[in-house]
T-cell receptor, first 115, second 115 residues
Framework: SAVISQKPSRDICQRGTSLTIQCQVDSQVTMMFWYRQQPGQSLTLIATANQGSEATYESGFVIDKFPISRPNLTFSTLTVSNMSPEDSSIYLC????????????FGSGTRLTVV | DAKTTQPPSMDCAEGRAANLPCNHSTISGNEYVYWYRQIHSQGPQYIIHGLKNNETNEMASLIITEDRKSSTLILPHATLRDTAVYYCIVRVIRGGSTSYDKVIFGPGTSLSVIP
């Protein structure tokens, strides 16, 4: 399966600022996904990011708040904009594994605290 | 998209088999059942997947009922390191001109392995 490097692993940010999270994959993948996991909760899909096209956002998530870039087949970024304490969560990127039916591989996540 | 229901929590004695049930009564014929687990503060880890036949790998066994409306993940000899949240997921893949492949997480089952 693919190996994912996600940066930063954690950060503490001031409200009103923005944070960009990077996701680097060791192989070319078509589809990348960004998830949010709020404290004590399950994972919620934010958006699907395909190279060469606009990201597709799930209900409740908008591009102005969570802009995503996907410049090539191995890299993506998620920006959390104009942060508030409610944005404190773990953010994870995910890709489909090397063999399509192997499943998804997840990064180790970015633990964000907004103060 | 098919939804899944799981018990919120389970206990299992160390060394015994852990049997985690999942209901997916609205699953379609070409949708796969996947199991992941998430150990505290880590990204979800793939365990196993299946379509309609029972599957076994080095981590676990997956038993899918004949009507595919439910399945059971079996950890044959649970250890303390198996304490985690286990997610049963139906993976939706649609081909054609617009690829569609995403995983929606439910709340999962929190498994506690007790010494």
């Amino acid at each position: 399966s693919a190996v994912i490097s996600q940066k930063p692993s954690r950060d503490i940010c001031q409200r009103g600022t923005s944070l960009t999270i990077q996701c680097q994959v060791d192989s070319q993948v078509t589809m990348m996904f960004w998830y949010r996991q709020q404290p004590g909760q399950s994972l919620t899909l934010i958006a699907t990011a395909n190279q060469g096209s606009e990201a597709t956002y799930e209900s409740g998530f908008v591009i102005d708040k969570f802009p995503i870039s996907r410049p090539n087949l191995t890299f993506s970024t998620l920006t959390v904009s104009n942060m508030s304490p409610e944005d404190s969560s773990i953010y994870l990127c995910s890709v489909v594994g090397g063999r399509q039916f192997y499943g998804y591989t997840f990064g180790s996540g970015t633990r964000l605290t907004v103060v | 998209d098919a939804k899944t229901t799981q018990p919120p929590s389970m206990d299992c004695a160390e060394g015994r088999a852990a049997n985690l049930p999942c209901n997916h009564s609205t699953i379609s014929g070409n949708e796969y059942v996947y199991w992941y687990r998430q150990i505290h503060s880590q990204g979800p880890q793939y365990i196993i997947h299946g379509l309609k036949n029972n599957e076994t790998n080095e981590m676990a066994s997956l038993i899918i009922t004949e009507d595919r409306k439910s399945s059971t993940l079996i950890l044959p000899h649970a250890t303390l390191r198996d304490t985690a949240v286990y997610y049963c997921i139906v993976r939706v893949i649609r081909g054609g001109s617009t690829s569609y492949d995403k995983v929606i997480f439910g709340p999962g089952t929190s498994l506690s392995v007790i010494p």
